[in-house]
């Protein structure tokens, strides 16, 4: 009997500590799911923006600015060029060191092929006579204004490359701001979810709480009155009982009463 009432307890409490259980792995759930997102969303920017996107724009920007390098140094090339080119055409006789200066500008490698054609072309006019030079003075300013102009509109196109790319960065930019903003909304969300849940499982508790309070004070007043039943019930007894003791006696006193009469008459 006392067994039994022991085992009945354990096998009702089970399937609460089952249940509270579910709701506690419920909630590390969803703590661990805002945790997985914010991870999540940390490596997609990281792999989108950081690290494709800037490796990209610096090996641009490098380009860029090897370009506008190249482009600069060929300018500063051709500006330097016009007026020595000038004043030492128009002088009377060549000296050699310019000579020699022209000769080693057309021994150059791969890389500066354009102004060593250039050198050549100009030694080849020069050593043509003296009758000539106004007229390889001409061509060669036409030339090198053709030249300078050429070279200031792939600048220019080199700055409208540069700032396509600035816009494009700014657009990813914005793009990443709103993608933040969202992964932040859903952040959010979740977490109202999680204090939903906390706020539920602590108004499941204090309802189990003032339940079980409840039941206790109804299993007190039970006991009570199952107690005073008992006393008055015993006290009804122990009365019924006396009478009938009363009751026998006095029949057995009368009984033997009559025995003793009846046993004196014989």
Not at 172 to 199: P, Q
């Amino acid at each position: 009997m006392d067994g039994k009432n022991n085992q009945k307890p354990a096998s009702k409490a089970q399937p609460e500590a089952y249940g509270q259980k579910s709701k506690d792995q419920r909630i590390q759930e969803l703590e661990k799911e805002v945790l997985d997102v914010k991870d999540r969303m940390k490596k997609d920017v990281n792999k989108l923006f950081r690290d494709e996107y800037l490796m990209n724009l610096e090996k641009k920007n490098k380009g860029l600015a090897e370009t506008n390098t190249n482009l600069q140094r060929q300018l500063d090339f051709a500006n330097d060029a016009l007026p020595s080119q000038s004043s030492r055409i128009g002088d009377d006789v060549l000296s050699t060191e310019r000579i020699a200066g022209l000769e080693k500008e057309i021994c150059v490698d791969d890389r500066g092929r354009e102004e060593s054609s250039a050198a050549s072309q100009l030694l080849d006019e020069i050593q043509a006579g003296p009758r000539a030079r106004r007229t390889i003075i001409n061509r060669r300013q036409r030339q090198s204004a053709k030249r300078i102009k050429g070279l200031k509109h792939k600048l220019k196109d080199a700055n409208s490359t540069t700032g396509r790319e600035e816009d494009r960065a700014k657009a990813l930019s914005e793009k990443l701001s709103d993608l933040n903003a969202k992964t932040n909304k859903e952040i959010e969300g979740l977490k109202k979810d999680l204090a939903d849940m906390k706020e539920s499982k602590a108004s499941e508790v204090w309802l189990r709480v003032k339940a079980e309070k409840d039941l206790s004070h109804v299993k007190e007043e039970k006991a009570r009155d199952i107690e005073t039943a008992l006393a008055e019930e015993r006290k009804n007894n122990t009365i019924v009982l006396d009478n009938l003791r009363a009751k026998k006696d006095k029949e057995l006193a009368k009984a033997n009463e009559e025995n003793n009469i009846e046993l004196a008459t014989y």
